[in-house]
């Protein structure tokens, strides 16, 4: 049995009036502390699993590590998720101390102070069918076919390859536990696309600049600040990718189109 599901007995009603009895499968939920140099820095409530990834991919988002030679150690105890850095890094702050899946809102002081990610380079180019081909298999994801509930975000590569794909009860929770196997595989954020199932608004968006992804793309929409923000790193953020479509709002350079270089956002 999936320790991440759990058998509970619940009633199903249907349209003509029957009403059956039924054990569904349903997500479970973790609470653990993310201890960091000794000092509490948050509670996280998400899926059970990959504990580790999620820290590593929460720190390096936030800027508070720039790669695994900064991670003295990690482990899990004790319900807490211990890190011990090797370098101590300001970084940027979370906006709460409780986070129920991991919201990744940075305080609105900082974004004043002028902390923003710098512009993104534009490297490499993928095709549409690479990107549709992510959305296809976040669509398959286990935990999302068995119960539901979860978001699930995976790591795709410009040339095709389906790299790595988690889920979680929380959006921003799936997009860091992808950071972190990134971390873990000694690969460069800067070389991969992020494929998730949920919306992109600007705390998402910054997220992923955060971790210097160059491109994000979801089953679900952006929002306006979601786009501005993504302008303003350069990077490639596309929406409603669904039914043999979707929406470009930043950085349309990054896309090949059947083979060619695709350099504007209209029609």
Request: one cysteine or more; hydrophobic letters at 40%.
């Amino acid at each position: 049995m999936d320790h991440r599901t759990e058998k509970r007995e619940i009633l199903r009603m249907f349209s003509d009036g029957t009403i059956k009895a039924v054990n569904d499968d349903m997500i479970v939920e973790k609470r653990m502390i993310l201890e960091v140099d000794g000092s509490r820095e948050a509670v996280v409530i998400f899926t059970p699993g990959e504990e580790e990834l999620w820290a590593l991919g929460n720190l390096y988002c936030r800027r508070m590590i720039e790669s695994m030679e900064d991670i003295a150690s990690v482990r899990t105890e004790n319900g807490r998720i211990v890190v011990e850095r090797a370098r101590r890094r300001e970084g940027w702050k979370l906006e709460a101390r409780f986070l129920h899946t991991a919201s990744g809102a940075f305080l609105e002081e900082k974004r004043d102070a002028g902390i923003q990610p710098d512009p993104l380079p534009v490297e490499w180019q993928i095709s549409f069918e690479t990107i549709m081909s992510g959305i296809d298999w976040i669509g398959e994801a286990p935990l999302f076919k068995t119960a539901g509930s979860v978001h699930v975000a995976a790591l795709v590569s410009p040339d095709g390859k389906l790299l790595f794909r988690t889920e979680d009860v929380g959006r921003h929770n799936a997009v860091d536990k992808a950071v972190g196997w990134i971390l873990k595989k000694n690969m460069k954020t800067s070389e991969v696309g992020l494929i998730t199932s949920g919306r992109l608004p600007e705390d998402m968006v910054l997220k992923g600049a955060g971790a210097k992804i160059p491109l994000m793309a979801s089953i679900s929409a952006a929002t306006a600040g979601g786009a501005d923000a993504a302008r303003r790193c350069n990077m490639t953020l596309i929406g409603f990718a669904r039914n043999g479509r979707f929406n470009v709002y930043s950085a349309p350079e990054r896309i090949k189109f059947n083979g060619r270089e695709r350099t504007d956002i209209g029609g």
